[in-house]
């Protein structure tokens, strides 16, 4: 048998090239690894190159199958939900600050939840650490000195991040230094010595946040700031001092709280009264605002009289303003004024979610993923939330002795046993 010659081989070698090119295509595009991308991938894979353009050295036609180009048109419909809700979180921490990082956790004795947890074991562990492994804003006020409050925010961030394991996590903080406030407010307006002490309590707050990635809740029960005596704007002069420094930290996001969707009432004002107290604190400074803090109104609500805020103040010429809502403590939302038991900062707990109510039960998970299934919301609300909401945040503390101190074990326990989520 006469051996091929040189040029005869050379065709041969580049047939069996193109061969081998069109059929990798082929295997290629309808089996490939399932997820139309390769691995560790997001998006959609890029069409494929066709084989007449992979070889220097193709075939005659006779001797190759024609074979169109194979593309991937998107991923495949097992993976399109879990692919499209990806691409919607990543438009999401695009344009929210508090999205698109993990949210710290702080551990320790400052967290009236964080002990009970650390000791208890089994079920009552499990329970207790849905309040206790969840992000939440810590409160700060007048009950920690102007020397000591830097340390005790250091302190804090430092735990938070640390638990996140990321620098970059996300900080959660309640500002409540405001002093006259509540009722007081209402009778006695800030003394010179008691603004200058303010001031210099939120300038040491800000020294200790430098350029930690931060959300701060500034003055919580915001509506106080209107019956200041004789209509004075004093209290609101010194809350709008705080957005101004606050929000000028390069990583800060400032929510003035403006009180909930059931205060102001109408009668109080309303949608009008909680932009005034917004404009009077200082909101052009800040992110936006903060609503149902201490109260237990359903989120439905919420996010109603948030996007109806956000457009009054657009409607005066404060643009681009957004909100969050406290959901720790309406699970089960009621009007404040509809509770009329004692002691409404200390409402019953729900013994089911059959409980006719009203009572206190934990609400949505902190979040800014508005759309999830999971919570049930209606699509009105989760389009207003989404145009309009930063997060859904935990605030609020019911498992908390009127929401302040100190830690009643058996009501957290029946908060998360309750618990929807």
């Known amino acids: 048998m006469t051996a091929p010659s040189p040029s005869q081989r050379l065709g041969l070698v580049a047939s069996a090239l193109a061969i081998a090119v069109v059929l990798s295509a082929l295997l290629?595009?309808?089996?490939?690894?399932?997820?139309?991308?390769?691995?560790?991938?997001?998006?959609?894979?890029?069409?494929?190159?066709?084989?007449?353009?992979?070889?220097?050295?193709?075939?005659?036609?006779?001797e190759a199958p024609v074979v169109s180009k194979v593309r991937h048109a998107g991923p495949p419909l097992r993976r399109t939900s879990a692919w499209l809700h990806?691409?919607?979180?990543?438009?999401?921490?695009?344009?929210?600050?508090?999205?698109?990082?993990?949210?710290?956790?702080?551990?320790?004795?400052?967290?009236?939840?964080?002990?009970?947890?650390?000791?208890?074991?089994?079920?009552?562990?499990?329970?207790?650490g849905k309040i206790a492994l969840a992000p939440k804003a810590k409160w700060f006020g007048g009950w920690i000195s102007n020397a000591?409050?830097?340390?005790?925010?250091?302190?804090?961030?430092?735990?938070?991040?640390?638990?996140?394991?990321?620098?970059?996590?996300?900080?959660?903080?309640?500002?409540?230094?405001?002093?006259?406030?509540?009722?007081?407010?209402?009778?006695?307006?800030?003394?010179?010595?008691e603004g200058a002490s303010y001031r210099d309590w939120i300038d040491r707050f800000a020294d200790a946040v430098g350029d930690t990635h931060a959300a701060l809740i500034l003055q919580p029960d915001g509506p106080f700031a209107l019956c200041a005596p004789h209509g004075s704007r004093a209290p609101s002069d010194l809350i709008a001092y705080a957005s101004k420094v606050l929000s000028a930290?390069?990583?800060?996001?400032?929510y003035i709280d403006v009180g909930a969707a059931d205060w102001p009432i109408g009668s109080q004002g309303g949608v009008g009264a909680a932009t005034r107290i917004a404009i009077q604190d200082g909101v052009q400074y800040a992110r936006g605002i903060a609503l149902n803090t201490t109260h237990y109104s359903p989120t439905v609500d919420e996010v109603q009289r948030g996007a109806d805020v956000v457009r009054?103040?657009?409607?005066?010429?404060?643009?681009d303003k957004h909100f969050v809502v406290n959901t720790s403590s309406n699970g089960k939302g009621f009007v404040f004024g509809d509770y009329h038991a004692p002691d409404p900062d200390n409402a019953r707990v729900c013994e089911s979610q059959q409980d006719p109510g009203p009572c206190v039960a934990l609400g949505i998970p902190p979040t800014y993923d508005f759309d999830d299934p999971r919570w049930g919301l209606p699509q009105e609300t989760v389009e207003l939330a989404s145009r309009y909401a930063d997060a859904f945040l935990w605030i609020g503390r019911p498992w908390l002795y009127d929401q302040n101190e100190p830690f009643v074990e058996?009501?957290?326990?029946?908060l998360a046993r309750v618990s929807r989520w």
Not at 86 to 93: F, G, P
Not at 410 to 414: F, G, M, V
Request: hydrophobic fraction near 35%; charge should be negative.
């Open 148 to 193: 000591e409050i830097g340390e005790k925010v250091r302190g804090y961030i430092a735990s938070s991040l640390q638990q996140a394991g990321s620098p970059d996590a996300l900080v959660q903080m309640s500002i409540f230094r405001m002093h006259p406030w509540e009722d007081e407010a209402c009778r006695r307006l800030p003394t010179a010595a």
């Open 28 to 62: 290629g595009g309808c089996s490939g690894n399932g997820d139309g991308s390769s691995a560790g991938t997001a998006g959609p894979e890029a069409p494929t190159t066709s084989a007449t353009q992979a070889t220097s050295a193709p075939a005659p036609a006779s």
């Open 312 to 319: 009054a103040l657009a409607d005066q010429g404060i643009e």
């Open 86 to 128: 990806e691409q919607r979180l990543k438009q999401i921490a695009a344009d929210n600050p508090l999205a698109g990082r993990p949210w710290g956790v702080y551990e320790g004795d400052g967290e009236m939840a964080w002990a009970p947890y650390a000791r208890a074991s089994g079920e009552t562990r499990t329970l207790l």
């Open 249 to 254: 930290l390069p990583n800060t996001s400032v």
């Open 410 to 414: 058996s009501r957290a326990l029946t």
